[in-house]
């Protein structure tokens, strides 16, 4: 491979530092809650769905695409399987509709197969790179998270599906995903190379749509304060019990 080859996954994130950094500013404020949640959880996997959905369809319409095949890779299965286990095995019934969110983004991704699938691959690469990434950590954290609650108060997060590439370890996924996409620059054209650079900022807008639509945050924003209150009114009961004297003169 040549050096353009060789430097391109770089090219790629450099030029997405900016919007990616905003991503993950959001993946935290919005994804973290899926860290004590399994609802908003779900709901994270439900806006990603489809999105991945679409792309693997694109990788078997398009042999062009069919370059960046990983072998353990492909999640739509996993999402389906963690899916039908948070949100019940007819969560794809008749009344099954992608919110508005998710239509404009699977719309971008149509309007892009359209007019050159190449461009697709932007998408491909960054979405399982995230999967391989940070998607590893949310799943070792929310691991952590079950082990500090009482049995029977989480579903399993070791059983996840979505992030779990056994018997392939993530950082090979990794490499193996990165040499793919160098080898696939590697045959296109400099003009091509700098579309797919300006098309991965746009991987990342279209994420941050998705993940703006996570529902359930605030609820459980909520229920966590009113937790925190009610632990607060409990220690201060007990103080004024244990202590009467100071408690009176506090008052």
Same mark, same amino acid.
């Given at each position: 491979?040549?050096? !353009?080859?060789?430097?391109?996954?770089?090219?790629?994130?450099?030029?997405?530092?900016?919007?990616? /950094?905003?991503?993950?500013?959001?993946?935290?404020?919005?994804?973290?809650?899926? @860290?004590?949640?399994?609802?908003?959880?779900?709901?994270? @996997?439900?806006?990603?769905? &489809?999105?991945?959905?679409?792309?693997?369809?694109?990788?078997?319409?398009?042999?062009?695409?069919?370059?960046?095949?990983?072998?353990?890779?492909?999640?739509? &299965?996993?999402?389906?399987?963690?899916?039908?286990?948070?949100?019940?095995? *007819?969560?794809? *019934?008749?009344?099954?509709?992608?919110? /508005?969110?998710?239509?404009?983004?699977?719309?971008?991704?149509?309007? @892009?197969?359209?007019?050159?699938?190449?461009?697709?691959?932007?998408? !491909?690469?960054?979405?399982?790179?995230?999967?391989?990434?940070? *998607?590893?950590?949310?799943?070792? +954290?929310?691991?952590?998270? &079950?082990?500090?609650?009482?049995? *029977?108060?989480?579903?399993?997060?070791?059983?996840?599906?979505?992030?779990?590439?056994?018997?392939? +370890?993530?950082?090979?996924?990794?490499?193996?995903?990165?040499?793919?996409?160098?080898?696939?620059?590697?045959?296109?054209?400099?003009?091509?190379?700098?579309?797919? !650079?300006?098309?991965?900022?746009?991987?990342?807008?279209?994420?941050? @749509?998705? !993940?703006?639509?996570?529902?359930?945050?605030?609820?459980?924003?909520?229920?966590?304060?009113?937790?925190?209150?009610?632990?607060?009114?409990?220690?201060?009961?007990?103080?004024?019990?244990?202590?009467?004297?100071?408690?009176?003169?506090?008052?």
């Amino acid at each position: 491979m040549g050096d !353009i080859a060789l430097s391109f996954c770089k090219q790629m994130r450099t030029a997405t530092r900016d919007v990616h /950094a905003v991503s993950d500013a959001l993946v935290n404020a919005k994804l973290a809650f899926a @860290l004590s949640d399994n609802t908003v959880w779900a709901d994270g @996997l439900l806006v990603f769905y &489809e999105v991945f959905r679409f792309l693997e369809g694109a990788m078997d319409r398009h042999s062009v695409l069919a370059q960046l095949e990983v072998p353990g890779l492909r999640r739509r &299965e996993a999402f389906e399987r963690d899916l039908a286990r948070y949100l019940g095995e *007819g969560w794809c *019934g008749p009344n099954y509709q992608p919110r /508005a969110s998710v239509a404009t983004y699977i719309h971008h991704l149509e309007k @892009l197969e359209k007019e050159d699938p190449v461009l697709l691959s932007a998408y !491909i690469y960054h979405l399982y790179m995230g999967l391989l990434s940070g *998607g590893q950590i949310l799943r070792r +954290k929310r691991a952590f998270r &079950e082990k500090l609650l009482p049995a *029977g108060w989480w579903h399993d997060a070791d059983s996840d599906s979505v992030t779990d590439f056994h018997p392939q +370890k993530p950082s090979a996924l990794k490499k193996m995903l990165a040499t793919a996409m160098e080898e696939f620059a590697n045959g296109l054209t400099a003009d091509m190379r700098e579309k797919l !650079i300006v098309e991965s900022k746009n991987v990342f807008r279209m994420n941050n @749509l998705i !993940i703006r639509s996570v529902k359930g945050t605030t609820q459980v924003f909520l229920k966590k304060c009113v937790y925190a209150a009610t632990f607060l009114f409990l220690i201060v009961l007990l103080y004024l019990y244990l202590f009467p004297r100071q408690g009176l003169q506090l008052k």
